[in-house]
Each structure stands twice: as C-alpha cells, then as structure tokens.
C-alpha cells in the first residue's frame, strides 16, 4: 500500500554509515528527510548526494535531518563517499541506510513486498522505485512523498522550498501560492472564516476573488 501524506511514517531499525538506528527515535523532535536512490556508483546519484551535502547547513538552519538509503551494504556506502568527494567537493555528511535486506524500501513500498531475495545481484535497473524522498515532521507523520525518475536528478532547492511551505503552514492557518517563495505573501486558509480572518488579520487583506485572501508572510 501507497504511503499517504498524514500517514504516520513506519519505524524501522537499521544500520547506517553512523551506527545502529531506531528511526523514530534518531528524528526526535526534528523533521527529516529521507530520500533514496537506486545504487551506489552510478553518476546521477553522485551529484545528488554531493549536492544534499552541500546544501546540509540549510536543512539544519530549518531543523530538518538528513538520512539516505539504497540496497546497498554500508561499507560501500562508505567507499563510494570518496567518490563523492572527489567529484562534487563534498562528502555525505548524514548518515546512509544499508538497506541489503530490502526491508525498509518495502516497508516505504519502494519495492513490492513479494520481491525476493536481497540486495546481491541487483540492478540500477531493478531497483528503480527505490528514488523517492519522504518528508517527515516531528510528529512522525508523512508531510510530502515525491517519486523521480532514474533520469532526472533531484532538485533539492525545491525541496528546501517546501519544507519552508510545510514548515510555515504548520505554525499558522495558511496556504502558500504558486511558486511561493520564503518572505513572500502568502493565502489565508479556507477553513478560516472571514469573520475569524478579521481577528488574525485586523489589518485585512486583499482579495482579487472572495476566496483568494492574500496577506503578508506571518513572523
């Protein structure tokens, strides 16, 4: 079964580049990100990495956990991190799922739960699906799930983009327009009568249709 958004993301143990984890309890009170990719020393996952590596400071500034994942076992992980480094500038600085028994990509139902056997053997190819990145807030549930495909490398700005929309919409009762962008106006949220609008916002608004009411970005 599809992972929905709201759903409460599965818990797992498993062994990463950084020791032994019990998912829900290395998020903590924080948000994460976990995103994976197909196999280690293929180029697209190469520049994605070094790229989430690169822009680590800004998920941190948002209070976000990094933590990636393929079938493949840690101490590949391991080597292929010098590749990385020597490719992109940067090493993973987060840790990375070795995830050989598959057990967590059909848990995340990025594999069928019928696929046999475990990760020797396979392919870039055969595990294409296992290319998805899941968000999750610190009350453990799914806020965003997207799915890419083996050709298109990540755009984790985007990314960032979003977990700024998830982050603002969590403390207050609005909706960010298209193409929002940190600082910019922002949609009071349907649910929020006019009337109750009028005690949030004293200072209105503007409202091209009466059901767009733009306003400011909260602080």
Request: glycine residues 8%.
């Amino acid at each position: 079964m599809t992972i929905q958004i709201g759903a409460v993301a599965p818990d797992f143990e498993a062994d990463t580049t950084e020791g032994r984890i019990r998912f829900h309890d290395w998020i903590g009170n924080s948000w994460a990100l976990l995103f994976s990719h197909p196999k280690d020393f293929t180029p697209v996952c190469t520049t994605e990495l070094g790229t989430l590596a690169r822009l680590k400071p800004e998920f941190d500034k948002r209070g976000v956990k990094l933590i990636g994942i393929s079938v493949d076992p840690v101490d590949r992980h391991e080597k292929w991190s010098e590749d990385i480094k020597e490719t992109q500038g940067y090493a993973p600085n987060y840790p990375m799922i070795g995830d050989t028994d598959l057990k967590v990509a059909k848990l995340y139902n990025m594999l069928p739960a019928e696929t046999a056997g475990g990760a020797d053997g396979r392919t870039a190819a055969d595990n294409a699906t296992v290319r998805t990145v899941f968000v999750i807030g610190p009350d453990k549930k799914v806020k965003l799930v997207l799915v890419y495909p083996m050709t298109t490398g990540r755009n984790f700005d985007e990314i960032l983009r979003v977990i700024d929309s998830l982050q603002l919409t969590a403390k207050h009762r609005v909706a960010t327009p298209a193409d929002w962008k940190q600082g910019e106006d922002v949609i009071i949220a349907g649910s929020v009568s006019d009337d109750e609008a009028k005690t949030i916002y004293p200072g209105g608004w503007k409202s091209p249709k009466p059901y767009i009411r733009i306003v400011p970005q909260p602080k």
